[in-house]
């Protein structure tokens, strides 16, 4: 076994097996306290844009640079056990690959939503509400279920793909950077009054971080749509649904998250999109698809299927990597 993608392996594993480990210190959670902390102290007065920009580029720069000091420690106090030291390192760099990945506890929460739609409207909309940041209280069954699934391929690409694309660029730094960017993005990268002068910089800064993860999972997931599925099928052939993602990728507002939607709409043949309330707000997205349908549990399943699989291939291609 080659050591370099023990930590990758050892990552991949836990979060399937644990998921998110909520019970435990997070360092995701302190990025989230760390921008929370600055932006309430920044963000009034003047110079909004310039102090958003500062906390951002501090903030990003700061976790590469104390990831790579951290590792270096590692390095040297696993050196000195001559014996076991490599393992021990992988071991302890995997566990924060694991504190990277996000696709188990999303598949988890997807299947909840859809179990608790079939229970009641009511129940359907309170559990989406944990996975979305759209106002649910209003939602049709068949909104809910449409939310449910389109965070979820969003997500494969924010919780999964993205991470182990800058992981295998730019190493363990590259990936926490990474998520650095993807908090501050979800924290106050919003073109509301509050944050759109003072976020600008971050959200910017994540749509040239995902820009090129974003279209590479929704590749991937065309690819997996082609491969055996327990019985579910997909609605289209590999080149229908590039030319499919091609035709629909655009047609969102982020210049990212419409790739891996497209890619799940045209899988299972629905529409997503449309006019939602955002923070009291109405924003209206543009449809991605043209089917609009009732989404069932069969669909969900699919979508499942197809996430585990795209994950397993983007795992795959890094453990060839590793051997390079």
Same mark, same amino acid.
């Given at each position: 076994m080659n050591l370099n993608c023990l930590p990758l392996l050892t990552g991949w594993a836990l979060d399937k097996w644990l998921g998110d480990p909520s019970r435990l210190p997070h360092p995701v959670v302190a990025f989230g306290h760390w921008i929370s902390f600055f932006e309430h102290r920044l963000n009034h007065g003047r110079h909004r844009r310039t102090k958003g920009t500062c906390l951002t580029l501090v903030s990003v720069c700061g976790v590469f640079l104390l990831t790579w000091a951290i590792l270096a420690a590692l390095g040297r106090l696993c050196a000195a056990w001559p014996a076991g030291g490599a393992y021990a390192y992988s071991f302890m760099t995997g566990i924060m690959v694991f504190y990277c990945l996000a696709g188990t506890t999303l598949i988890r929460e997807v299947r909840q939503v859809f179990r608790a739609a079939d229970r009641s409207l009511e129940e359907g909309r309170r559990q989406v509400s944990r996975i979305v940041g759209r106002d649910t209280a209003r939602l049709s069954d068949k909104e809910v279920r %449409?939310?449910?699934?389109?965070? #979820?391929?969003?997500?494969?690409?924010?919780?999964?793909?993205?991470? !182990?694309?800058? #992981?295998?660029?730019?190493?363990?730094?590259?990936?926490?950077?990474?998520?650095?960017?993807?908090? !501050?993005?979800?924290?106050?990268?919003? &073109?509301?009054?509050?944050?759109?002068? +003072?976020? &600008? %910089?971050?959200? &910017?800064?994540?749509?040239?971080?995902?820009?090129?993860?974003?279209?590479?999972?929704? #590749?991937?997931?065309?690819?997996?749509?082609?491969l055996p599925h327990r019985g579910l099928k997909t609605s289209r052939g590999l080149n229908d649904e590039l030319? +499919?993602?091609?035709?629909?990728?655009? =047609?969102?507002?982020?210049?990212?998250?419409?790739?891996?939607?497209?890619?799940?709409?045209?899988?299972?043949? =629905? &529409? +997503?999109?449309?006019?939602?309330?955002?923070?009291?707000?109405?924003v209206a997205k543009p449809y991605i698809g043209y089917h609009d349908r009732p989404l069932r549990t069969e669909d969900m399943q699919l979508a499942v299927s197809v996430n585990q699989w795209t994950e397993l291939l983007m795992v795959v291609g890094g453990v060839l990597l590793s051997f390079l």
């Open positions: %449409t939310a449910a699934l389109e965070t #979820l391929a969003e997500n494969l690409s924010d919780g999964v793909i993205a991470p !182990l694309f800058w #992981l295998y660029l730019l190493g363990l730094p590259g990936m926490l950077a990474y998520k650095m960017i993807n908090t !501050l993005d979800s924290m106050i990268g919003y &073109r509301t009054e509050r944050y759109q002068d +003072f976020g &600008r %910089t971050a959200a &910017r800064l994540d749509d040239a971080a995902n820009y090129l993860p974003a279209r590479l999972t929704a #590749l991937i997931m065309a690819v997996a749509a082609q030319r +499919f993602i091609l035709r629909y990728g655009r =047609c969102h507002a982020s210049p990212n998250s419409g790739y891996p939607e497209a890619a799940l709409a045209g899988i299972l043949d =629905c &529409r +997503f999109g449309g006019t939602h309330n955002y923070f009291g707000q109405s």
